[in-house]
């Protein structure tokens, strides 16, 4: 019987051997863990929707990132959960909000911690879109309002659209508000800020103030892939984030499109993107090759609560092994060219790995 000359089998004969062999390697270093900081003292919330996900005062929150820089994770996501908020999301900027009181209180506890913050206005708006309404349209409740810039009059919020497809965000007059929520981020000491809100030119508003207040090191970290997906819930129910009429189609990308993605990804940059993201990660493995083809920066891969939370409630079912289908997951995410993922399983991920 003739055998071929070629058997790429004997390079899969041992661990060992499969190890010094991997084209493909993951590291707790390449990892970033999101984390949700909330008001209070002594609070270490679970969250529903994010199996071992929680919600966590700040005092919590320093020794929970304490913990996940000791096994080897570089960077954290910051997000916040508001105590209160408006048509314009004030209270995002504010500099004694509970993201920026997260900011100063982890930079000097964990100070080799990279904190990287969460730019955006849906978990401080009451309408939950990502920028400000146009003067004009009001919700099907009719109970919001937004106060023109142009007059000090409220003016209701009268929608004439389709609550399918809002179209209804005005995207100018978001920007600056945007740009001082990063501002206010800076300020507090974060080293990279990542608007994730989709307003186009967003990356050049934010990019310009932090340069004119001399934050000139502070890192832009731009959602620069973000689709409007089904694979969200999670998360918004974590952040109380869900649209409260409309939806967020008319900013966010539509799947169908991965041309587009690449536009996205070079207007950013022109803009002064030093991070690029794509959200989600998993199902747009292809616009991770393609982007990575595409620039030279860092390419970012969102794991996002959808995908993470599939896991890990199949794997509480006995459907499928936890740690094998993530590991696979993520190795996935990094062969098709992400540099670095942000998933929730960052730190737990971490610990397999040492």
């Not at 004439?160 to 001082?180: F, G, M, Q, V």
């Not at 989600?280 to 920066?297: E, K, S, T």
Request: glycine share 6%; with cysteine.
């Amino acid at each position: 019987m003739s055998f071929p000359i070629e058997r790429p089998r004997r390079l899969r004969q041992s661990a060992a051997l499969r190890r010094m062999v991997a084209e493909t390697r993951l590291a707790p270093e390449q990892l970033i863990q999101p984390v949700f900081a909330v008001a209070g003292e002594n609070i270490v919330r679970p969250i529903a929707s994010l199996p071992d996900v929680h919600h966590y005062s700040i005092d919590r929150l320093i020794p929970y990132v304490r913990e996940v820089a000791a096994r080897g994770v570089s960077a954290v996501l910051l997000f916040g959960v508001p105590e209160k908020k408006d048509a314009h999301g004030s209270e995002a900027a504010s500099d004694d909000g509970v993201v920026q009181r997260a900011i100063r209180a982890l930079r000097e506890a964990v100070p080799d911690m990279i904190v990287m913050s969460d730019v955006c206005l849906c978990a401080y708006t009451d309408h939950g879109h990502c920028g400000v309404p146009v003067v004009g349209r009001q919700s099907p409740e009719g109970q919001s309002s937004v106060v023109s810039r142009q007059s000090s009059v409220k003016t209701p919020l009268v929608s004439l659209l389709p609550t399918t497809d809002d179209r209804s965000i005005n995207n100018d007059e978001t920007l600056p508000l945007l740009a001082n929520v990063a501002l206010s981020h800076a300020r507090a000491g974060a080293q990279v800020v990542a608007p994730s809100d989709m307003m186009d030119g967003r990356v050049g508003a934010i990019r310009s103030a932090l340069d004119r207040e001399k934050f000139h090191d502070v890192l832009v970290m731009s959602y620069a892939v973000k689709y409007a997906s089904a694979f969200y819930g999670p998360f918004r129910a974590a952040q109380d984030s869900t649209p409260q009429w409309g939806d967020r189609r008319s900013y966010q990308m539509d799947c169908a499109n991965g041309r587009e993605a690449l536009r996205e990804v070079r207007l950013d940059v022109e803009e002064g993107a030093d991070l690029v993201m794509i959200k989600p990660a998993l199902p747009y493995l292809d616009v991770i090759v393609r982007v990575r083809a595409a620039v030279d920066v860092p390419v970012v891969a969102y794991q996002v609560s959808g995908e993470y939370a599939m896991q890990k409630l199949a794997a509480a079912h006995g459907l499928v092994d936890e740690r094998a289908v993530m590991m696979e997951s993520l190795l996935a995410m990094r062969r098709a060219g992400a540099d670095l993922i942000i998933t929730y399983a960052a730190s737990a991920v971490a610990e397999w790995l040492a």
